[in-house]
């Protein structure tokens, strides 16, 4: 059964909703250090929060793939890499969620010792759980929306928005683009979900390539019928 251009849109709404209210509420050290804010992460009041926040994390980016099964139907032959983009974008990011909450599991199962690593420690595994959790998927999400403005027919602001956004998830690592993409990823599955349902639309490739009513081509399959 097709996925809709509804539940399309309200995958990408939970993804782009859910993945930066995720990184705002788990409180995982990233960016410049802060052995305070290190310290708050692995305190006993921190890690149920992180850990559940993990999970929010986690099922945030599964909304990667219902839009990903509908919008493959829109861009052609570049269909497929779009869907594996966005395997590759959950994945990553499901695992990213769970390196980030797994330092607080292991401060809590691990006692004193483990709380007592060092903090610099403790910090590099929280920003490279960062990065995989959060930039890698943007990665992803940003070639598709690429794709997505090159191959998709869209109206011309909404491709260009879209291009800009993509290019945004791509160079997330640096941090102040997110704005950018996550703004789209919400209002391009707003448009999504809202936008008529029914077959998927013709790319711009296959619109333009097709044969007119009137060619020979056409002339000669009416005759052959």
């Known amino acids: 059964m097709a996925t809709s251009r509804r539940a399309a849109g309200l995958g990408l709404l939970a993804y782009g909703i859910g993945t930066p209210l995720t990184m705002a509420l788990i409180g ?64 990553t990011a499901v695992t990213g969620w769970f390196v980030v ?47 997505l403005a090159v191959r998709k027919a869209m109206p011309v602001p909404l491709r260009v928005l879209t291009a800009v956004a993509g290019v945004c998830g791509i160079a997330a690592p640096a941090y102040f683009p997110m704005a950018v993409f996550w703004l789209w990823a919400i209002g391009f599955g707003i448009w999504a979900a809202l936008s008529r349902g029914g077959a998927a639309q013709p790319t711009m490739t296959s619109a333009s390539t097709s044969a007119p009513s009137g060619s020979p081509a056409t002339q000669t399959a009416v005759r052959a019928g």
């Open 28 to 91: 995982s050290p990233g960016g410049d250090f802060s052995a305070a804010d290190v310290t708050a992460y692995v305190s006993s009041g921190h890690r149920l929060t992180a850990f559940l926040m993990a999970y929010v994390g986690g099922f945030a980016a599964l909304g990667l793939l219902p839009f990903a099964a509908r919008f493959r139907e829109e861009v052609g032959s570049a269909g497929r890499a779009l869907w594996g983009l966005a395997v590759a974008g959950t994945a």
């Open 101 to 147: 909450g797994g330092v607080a599991v292991a401060a809590t199962e691990g006692g004193a010792r483990v709380q007592g690593i060092a903090r610099p420690v403790i910090y590099l595994l929280t920003e490279i759980g960062n990065l995989v959790a959060v930039c890698g998927p943007a990665f992803c999400a940003g070639v598709i929306a690429v794709l």
